[in-house]
């Protein structure tokens, strides 16, 4: 996994409640056997028209946009699926940080487990940074991890909260299987304890 | 004396390897059903490290989200489906994982193969990457869904790497209604609470309405926990619990089986024990339920209207209601019951048990579904295909109208050839009805499977209470 400590870009803004999982990455895609290659379809409906051309309304169409790295959005972002085709997807295209006022359980351990930082803030400050966002790319956002702050485009300083475990993963690239795998004496002391109790 | 410990406290804590100074736990995972769509990144993965599974004896794979449910000997026409469907077949047989190919009677949506088979028992912790995992939560087993790293991490230690959720109980009290289903409960429940008011915490179901169901029923109830953001959804294993399992081909055998009963007894919210938060409902006050948006949340009954986004306070729930309404092509006012289909589909991990063929069923019989209407009627398993052809449940739906297809996942998302075309309307027993989930463009009213069926043969959403 990539390593995250810091990061400035332009933000996008995507002032949508309920963004789901089907509508970052619809099901047709998800018959891939890779993890790469998925951003070319990341929100397909909303970006794309039927005949495959871009739809200019969408935030990322629009040339300000095109190479944002952090994307603001509403409420619970991520519900529905599992399927962590939907943070491949937006890792493939560039995005590396989301800020919302929440996230759905399951997108939020995808996202940490891929390099990307989900930030939760007060609607307040999601609204603040929303505003900043729709100014473009005269409003470059940037985001430290490890002193958890975002400084905005005119020099404001929100400070965030990031469940400690998943920062220290984050701030050094770590797998997860490999930490684990360090704790197999535990396990198969867990593994002969529930065998004796429960045999079946 | 011990504290008093909820339901979900006792799985929890029954499970936990190792807990970090933080409160991260390593808890241990007895069971782990794997498919096709989320699990081939995981075995690259496993292989590009060189890594086993660590327990392929607890780890059931089964195809269910690609596989067609039209003629299984003509093979998969769509050559990415096939590619995943082989991945699956060759990943299993490199890492000594059973599978249940497509043409064995055994083959099924995950969620409904786990539970027949006795692989799914309470007092468990099961895994799947699927959201709807949630659903073996009707055996008292902590089952949730996980994506594709932690697939790969279960694969590998057999263990994931957690943070509790917070207790929270949703009660709803007193007989259920005359034609009111287990569908109905969750819809309810989903609109009152929020696609995200369960988001962070374990929902355990309770009360006279919830505990009179089926297994088949609490299977539903769970399987939507997570449209509510649960997690995790439980009930409290039960005498029917018991009687569902005994017999299976997992299930524990003579002499096991009493010990593991014993065992299930004591999986139940202690006398005092605090949840964060309590929901209560009244039975008495749920209608049949049909959604009119792009939510699971976006739910009233069938006796009510589309809702007017006018009447919403908040700037951001008035603009997703204003565009669900402009992407379902509904009109704010207009009567539930005058919404016309086109499509009905009667299937998915939420309603495709026997129980729920036979409701659909028992409309159906001696009717004809309308001019114009598509239906599919989807079993949730071969071996639900089987029974439900021993009952006479296919020629019913045959001479009805319906189509009978093989067991899948079919049109709930679309992924294989069974989709709705833009604009296509259905009324469909799946869980989701976001924008493009059964086909792009395509436009779903969540519905339970009776009101399915009566959908499909008077042609718009009605009330299957007043059919003639």
Redesign the interface.
């Known amino acids: 996994m990539d390593k995250f400590d810091k990061l400035t870009s332009v933000a996008a803004p995507l002032p949508l409640i309920n963004v789901d999982t089907d509508m970052i990455i619809p099901a047709r895609f998800l018959k891939t056997i890779k993890r790469t290659g998925l951003g070319a379809d990341l929100f397909s409906t909303l970006r794309f028209n039927e005949d495959g051309s871009e739809r200019e309304d969408f935030v990322f169409n629009k040339p300000a946009y095109k190479d944002a790295e952090i994307l603001v959005t509403g409420e619970n972002f991520g519900c529905g699926s599992s399927r962590e085709h939907a943070p491949w997807a937006l890792f493939d295209f560039g995005i590396k940080c989301v800020i919302a006022p929440s996230f759905a359980d399951i997108f939020h351990n995808n996202s940490f487990k891929n390099g990307i930082l989900l930030i939760k803030l007060p609607q307040e400050d999601v609204d603040k940074l929303m505003e900043d966002a729709k100014r473009g790319a005269n409003a470059t956002v940037s985001i430290d991890l490890e002193a958890q702050e975002i400084k905005g485009p005119d020099g404001g300083t929100i400070k965030f909260e990031v469940d400690q475990f998943k920062k220290h993963c984050l701030l050094n690239g770590l797998d997860d299987i490999e930490l684990t795998m360090k704790k197999n004496d535990k396990i198969d002391d867990f593994e002969g304890r529930q065998n004796a109790a429960q045999p079946w | 004396m011990s504290e008093a410990k909820t339901l979900y406290d006792k799985l929890w804590d029954s499970h936990i390897?190792?807990e970090?100074d933080?409160g991260?736990c390593?808890i241990?995972i007895d069971r782990h059903l794997v498919h096709e769509?989320?699990s081939?990144?995981a075995f690259?993965g496993m292989r590009n490290?060189g890594?086993k599974v660590?327990r392929p004896d607890l780890t059931l794979a089964v195809a269910d989200?690609?596989v067609p449910t039209t003629d299984r000997s003509l093979g998969i026409e769509?050559e990415?489906?096939r590619?995943?469907i082989e991945?699956l077949e060759k990943n299993c047989a490199d890492f000594g994982i059973e599978l249940y190919s497509m043409d064995d009677i055994r083959q099924g949506i995950c969620h409904v193969v786990g539970p027949e088979q006795g692989f799914t028992?309470p007092?468990t912790t099961l895994v799947c990457?699927?959201?709807h995992?949630a659903t073996h939560g009707a055996f008292g087993s902590m089952s949730f869904?996980?994506?594709?790293?932690?697939v790969?991490?279960c694969l590998?230690?057999?263990?994931l790497?957690l943070?509790k959720c917070r207790n929270m109980r949703v009660t709803v009290n007193g007989d259920l209604p005359l034609g009111i289903t287990a569908k109905d409960l969750i819809l309810a429940v989903i609109g009152k609470i929020g696609?995200?008011g369960g988001?962070?915490a374990a929902i355990e179901f309770a009360g006279d309405a919830f505990n009179s169901l089926t297994m088949e029923g609490r299977m539903t109830v769970c399987n939507m926990t997570?449209e509510a953001?649960?997690?995790v959804g439980l009930f409290a294993p039960d005498e029917k619990t018991f009687e569902y399992l005994k017999g299976r081909p997992k299930s524990?055998?003579a002499g096991?089986?009493e010990?593991?009963v014993e065992?299930w007894k004591t999986l139940k919210t202690d006398d005092g024990a605090v949840f964060d938060e309590e929901v209560v409902m009244e039975a008495s006050e749920i209608k049949p339920q049909v959604t009119w948006g792009t939510?699971p949340e976006d739910v009233t009954s069938i006796d009510g209207q589309v809702p007017n986004p006018a009447d919403e306070p908040d700037v951001?729930?008035r603009?997703?209601m204003e565009?669900s309404l402009e992407y379902m092509g509904l009109e704010a006012g207009t009567p539930m019951k005058d919404i016309k289909i086109n499509t009905t589909f009667i299937g998915s991990c939420t309603n495709s048990r026997i129980e729920d063929l036979r409701a659909a069923a028992a409309v159906a019989e001696g009717r004809k579904v309308a001019d114009g209407v598509r239906a599919l009627v989807v079993p949730g398993s071969g071996l639900i295909k089987e029974l439900a052809e021993k009952e006479g449940l296919d020629k019913i739906f045959i001479e009805a109208g319906f189509e009978w297809r093989e067991a899948g996942c079919s049109m709930c998302?679309?992924?294989n050839a069974d989709k709705l075309a833009?604009g296509e309307r259905a009324a469909s027993t799946s869980n989701?009805n976001?924008?493009?989930?059964q086909g792009?463009g395509g436009r779903t009213h969540l519905v339970n499977p009776a009101m399915a069926a009566a959908a499909a043969i008077a042609g718009h959403l009605t009330d299957v209470r007043d059919l003639d």
């Not at chain 2, 869904?145 to 932690?150: K, L, P």
């Not at chain 2, 590998?156 to 263990?159: E, K, L």
């Open positions: 390897v190792d970090q933080d991260t390593l241990y769509v989320t081939p990144q690259e490290e890594r660590r989200h690609n769509d990415e489906s590619i995943q991945a028992l007092g990457g699927d959201s995992t869904g996980i994506g594709t790293s932690e790969e991490h590998a230690t057999q263990t790497l943070r696609t995200a988001t962070g997570i953001g649960a997690r524990p055998k096991a089986w010990m593991a065992y939510s951001n729930r603009n997703k565009r998302l679309a992924m833009p989701r976001f924008e493009g989930r792009p």
